[in-house]
């Protein structure tokens, strides 16, 4: 087994006392020893490789605390790309349908043409395409264009018909489908995840073929970022299959946690249909996935009080996906089966409902360290974090949001009060619940040094600062994204700190993040390792 040791640089190890020794030993796949450099030499092997840092940083590699691996690597391959600054340039609708045009022109008559990550607030018009709009870039092509948020899209004509929806199919619990006022024709919008069905999947379209292709794109992109430990979740049942198909002595270069869709259970593990599970050691089928809620973008997150500026009068506080008893019945049923459970809450009120539904469940149940999580929390109130750490709930906060929307929830959606309050990783400090903060690919790009650099600054795209009081430091964002994402999945004995007998998966940086918080943004990795391998930047014999 090759041994190599790391020294002359800072090492952040991000252990329980932040310890910052002088070197670190691998041997094969895992850490051998951290300690002092002249004791490491000591107990080196004389054929062991040396890794001089010359001033640069070592930290545990990256973990992705919520994510929809490999949904990044589908759309860079087989969708359209419809996103509006700051992420893209798609400006307005007509720049969109010109997109969708060229994607119509490359694709054979009768297949689907699938235009992502459209931003109706960011883009000229401030609305989400028509229908009719949709049927002029193809009246051979099913087109379907899904928001950035992936909680809504817009169907041309031919796409309604394939989902098999006309003007009498009536709205299902959670979703809708738009509507003229004036003559009650569809207009091609889609809301919901029970209304877009497999639409709203991000395996949809995908194939295994195409899967593997976005898979693997996807595993470059992640660790030219420095991350070694990724997550799929939402992963339905077609998408568990994708995941099945690799051998189980196959390393795909890549580990991942995979969050089942709660619903399925317990079929999906138990019974004639259950999942014939491979046992692949770099997938691991993780917590099962539940949803309250909608997103801020569409108005859909459910809040205790208004919006600040409604666009829905029907609607003023946005909406549950699910109707309280039966989320407080699935909440039971999945954590009496042993599951942890992520469950997805932008607004408080959606955060209400999973905080009631766990009480409830613990009171008939108790159980121990359960790790059951809030996934996005942006609107958490300190009353509910008070609770939180009391019935040992975690949350994995959308940090990502005050870049990308924080302009927005201050003029729009929240109102300046709120605004300031998105993502309230200082007050979840100092009431003692653990925390983790994520990108929620392909919603935002993977990009954990910027992500911190959010949770940390709080700078929106406008240029202002969100919510002082809600900074963190970098340290607590660094671990936000190592030990404490690997603790949220139940893997904090096997990853994310450097100590003895752990996973050897670290990512160098070009400077001490910790010296400057401002300079956080102009951090870049420069060297990604995974189980004791440089695994980025990729040399010449391990591309070929």
């Not at 070694?228 to 995941?243: E, G, I, P, S, V």
């Not at 946690?257 to 691991?284: C, K, M, R, Y």
């Not at 809450?345 to 009171?363: H, K, R, T, Y």
């Amino acid at each position: 087994m090759t041994s190599t040791l790391f020294f002359n640089g800072p090492i952040l190890t991000m252990d329980a006392r932040n310890t910052m020794p002088e070197a670190v030993l691998t041997e094969g796949e895992t850490i051998r020893a951290v300690g002092s450099e002249l004791d490491l030499r000591a107990r080196m092997p004389s054929e062991a490789r040396e890794c001089d840092l010359k001033g640069k940083t070592l930290i545990p590699a990256f973990i992705d605390p919520h994510g929809h691996f490999p949904d990044p690597g589908f759309i860079r391959l087989f969708r359209a790309d419809l996103s509006a600054p700051p992420r893209g340039n798609c400006t307005d609708i007509a720049t969109a349908l010109d997109r969708l045009r060229i994607k119509a022109s490359q694709t054979p008559h009768g297949e689907w043409v699938m235009g992502v990550l459209f931003d109706n607030t960011a883009i000229a018009e401030g609305r989400m395409p028509t229908r009719w709009e949709l049927d002029s870039v193809s009246d051979v092509h099913p087109v379907w264009v899904i928001h950035a948020s992936g909680h809504n899209g817009v169907a041309n004509s031919l796409a309604l018909e394939r989902r098999g929806v006309d003007r009498d199919t009536p709205d299902p619990l959670g979703g809708r489908f738009g509507r003229d006022p004036g003559t009650g024709a569809l207009t091609g919008l889609v809301e919901g995840l029970s209304a877009m069905g497999e639409m709203g999947d991000t395996d949809f379209l995908i194939d295994r073929d195409r899967f593997w292709k976005g898979f693997y794109a996807t595993r470059d992109e992640y660790l030219e970022h420095g991350v070694t430990y990724a997550q799929n979740a939402w992963a339905t049942r077609k998408m568990l299959d994708h995941f099945n198909s690799l051998p189980a002595d196959e390393d795909p270069g890549i580990d991942l946690v995979l969050l089942p869709i709660g619903e399925l259970e317990p079929e999906l593990t138990s019974g004639p249909n259950a999942l014939n599970w491979s046992g692949n050691p770099h997938f691991t089928l993780g917590p099962r996935k539940l949803f309250t809620d909608g997103a801020f973008q569409l108005q859909t997150a459910f809040l205790s009080q208004a919006y600040h500026q409604p666009v829905d009068p029907d609607h003023p506080r946005g909406m549950s996906y699910a109707e309280f008893d039966d989320h407080r019945r699935e909440v039971a049923k999945l954590h009496n089966l042993g599951y942890q459970i992520h469950c997805h809450c932008n607004g408080d009120a959606g955060s209400q409902m999973f905080i009631d539904a766990v009480e409830a469940a613990l009171v008939a149940n108790p159980r121990e360290d359960h790790r059951h999580t809030i996934i996005h929390g942006q609107t958490l109130r300190d009353d509910q974090l008070e609770r939180m750490a009391r019935l040992g709930i975690s949350v994995s906060f959308f940090s990502a949001h005050v870049y990308y929307w924080g302009d927005r929830h201050r003029d729009t959606f929240l109102g300046p009060e709120r605004a300031e309050r998105i993502s309230p990783a200082a007050s979840a400090e100092r009431y003692g619940v653990r925390y983790t903060i994520h990108n929620d690919a392909s919603v935002t790009p993977t990009r954990p040094i910027h992500l911190a650099d959010c949770a940390v600054n709080r700078i929106t795209a406008g240029g202002r600062l969100l919510g002082a009081d809600q900074r963190i430091s970098v340290l607590s964002a660094i671990r936000a994204q190592t030990l404490d994402a690997a603790w949220q999945v139940f893997q904090e004995h096997v990853r994310g700190s450097i100590e003895v007998g752990k996973l050897a998966d670290f990512t160098i940086l070009d400077c001490n993040p910790l010296e400057d918080s401002t300079q956080l943004s102009t951090t870049r990795v420069v060297q990604t390792i995974r189980r004791g391998q440089v695994v980025w930047p990729m040399s010449r014999n391990q591309e070929q």
